[in-house]
């Protein structure tokens, strides 16, 4: 059986990945899904020096404590800058990187550069506000959990600069899923979908909204399995 690590978005928490972890334990995977500092469950420890440094430190320090080697690293939205800098560090122990309608940053690059934050997110000087289930294209029957669920997020996370040294290349295997079904056909993440496929990765498309895990954990769970097989 396979070790997944899946590493939720912006203003999220593990909780995202309820359906997807329960069906990935059921067909007997072994799955972790943490929650950045700051957020969901940690929310009590956010703080405006918590940035996409310490971000990346508790998805690696996970990894380096529970000695996990040959997993798959799975980044949603946000979590692709994590996911980035996690297997730039350690790519020696990843299976295969999974990029779930997320970001996929170049050497440099901020959240910032890609996706501005509005200012009407912005409170307390330092503290950004979930983007609304809605207008991440949410079905409607998960909208208000979702939003409930969401918590602020420090923008420090969206403003430092990422630090890679082109050590993605080293992972045998790396797969991009699209989320379709949302934006009116102007998603921030088609660009990375596109740089996907002309780099060869292996791409797939769901059409749902952004939370995909939430959306089609079924089809979800199937790609990820995939993905396990290098």
Known sequence: MAKFVLVHGAWHGSWCWQRVRSALQ?????IFTPTLTGVG???HLLSAQIDLRTQTLDVTNLIRWEELTDFVLVGHSY???VVSGVADALPERIRSLVFLDAFVPENGKRLVDYAPIAPEQLHDGW???PISAEA???NPADRDWVDSQCTS???ACFEQPIELAGRLGQIK???YIFAKAWAGGHSPFAQFYQKAKAIGWR???VACGHDVMLDEPVRLTELLVNASHT
């Open 26 to 30: 059921a067909q007997g995977h072994q």
């Open 203 to 205: 791409t797939h498309e």
């Open 136 to 138: 991440f294209g949410v």
């Open 41 to 43: 469950e940690r929310s």
């Open 79 to 81: 979590g692709g800058f």
């Open 127 to 129: 503290k950004v506000r």
């Open 153 to 155: 997020q420090s923008l």
């Open 173 to 175: 295997r790396i797969d």
